[in-house]
T-cell receptor, first 112, second 115 residues
Framework: EPEVTQTPSHQVTQMGQEVILRCVPI?????FYWYRQILGQKVEFLVS????????KSEIFDDQFSVERPDGSNFTLKIRSTKLEDSAMYFC??????????FGQGTRLTVV | AQSVTQPDIHITVSEGASLELRCNYS??????LFWYVQSPGQGLQLLLK??????LVQGIKGFEAEFKRSQSSFNLRKPSVHWSDAAEYFC?????????????FGTGTRLLVSP
């Protein structure tokens, strides 16, 4: 069964460092998303991406964040200068239409 | 804007007993509705979804949910809970006709299964 794959599963970084979280969406999907879940809180939408551009972003997704689909298969989330409050589980998702999103296993980001 | 309320933070159910997890949503029309399950350290797995049509939807692992427009609810049910069902359950809503399927999640309900 096709699945969304995220790497790494866990990333520890120092405050102020740049991190790149990687995702391989399901191959024939066209819509891509990043969500995050701070420990003990609900899952929050960050950004959606379609046709090589951002289609919607939340207030959380400020100038420190960027997304890219560099090679037609990977979908990345970059945080330019990490803060302690960026510590969270980050989920990538993809969908083939506009309806059902499939989620990856997540990357746990710990900023120290 | 859409919002989702899951009023129960924790629920404990005996193995073999029935389960109902509550979900209420706020949206001006009929939204798309989803239930996801998250096992410890795992990602989000889709249990079932409602887009239109029959208001009782069947999902994986023996789960079902019923959309009740009059109550703005989409409660998740299972007739007989297994120990492996212990997990966190999230209700989510998506807005039709918005072009891209951003999901708004509830705060989740943690299900504990007692022997």
């Amino acid at each position: 069964e096709p699945e969304v794959t995220q790497t790494p599963s866990h990333q520890v970084t120092q405050m102020g460092q740049e991190v790149i979280l990687r995702c391989v969406p399901i191959s024939n999907h066209l819509y891509f998303y990043w969500y995050r879940q701070i420990l003990g809180q609900k899952v929050e939408f960050l950004v959606s991406f379609y046709n090589n551009e951002i289609s919607e972003k939340s207030e959380i997704f400020d100038d420190q964040f960027s997304v890219e689909r560099p090679d037609g298969s990977n979908f990345t989330l970059k945080i330019r200068s990490t803060k302690l409050e960026d510590s969270a589980m980050y989920f990538c998702a993809s969908s083939g239409g506009r309806l059902e999103a499939f989620f990856g296993q997540g990357t746990r980001l710990t900023v120290v | 804007a859409q919002s989702v309320t899951q009023p129960d933070i924790h629920i404990t159910v005996s193995e073999g007993a029935s389960l109902e997890l509550r979900c209420n949503y706020s949206y001006g029309a009929t939204p798309y509705l989803f239930w996801y399950v998250q096992s410890p350290g795992q990602g989000l797995q889709l249990l079932l979804k409602y887009f239109s049509g029959d208001t009782l939807v069947q999902g994986i692992k023996g789960f079902e949910a019923e959309f009740k427009r009059s109550q703005s609810s989409f409660n998740l049910r299972k007739p007989s809970v297994h120990w492996s069902d212990a997990a966190e359950y999230f209700c989510a809503v998506g807005a039709p006709n918005t072009g891209f399927q951003k999901l708004v999640f509830g705060t989740g309900t943690r299900l504990l299964v007692s022997p």
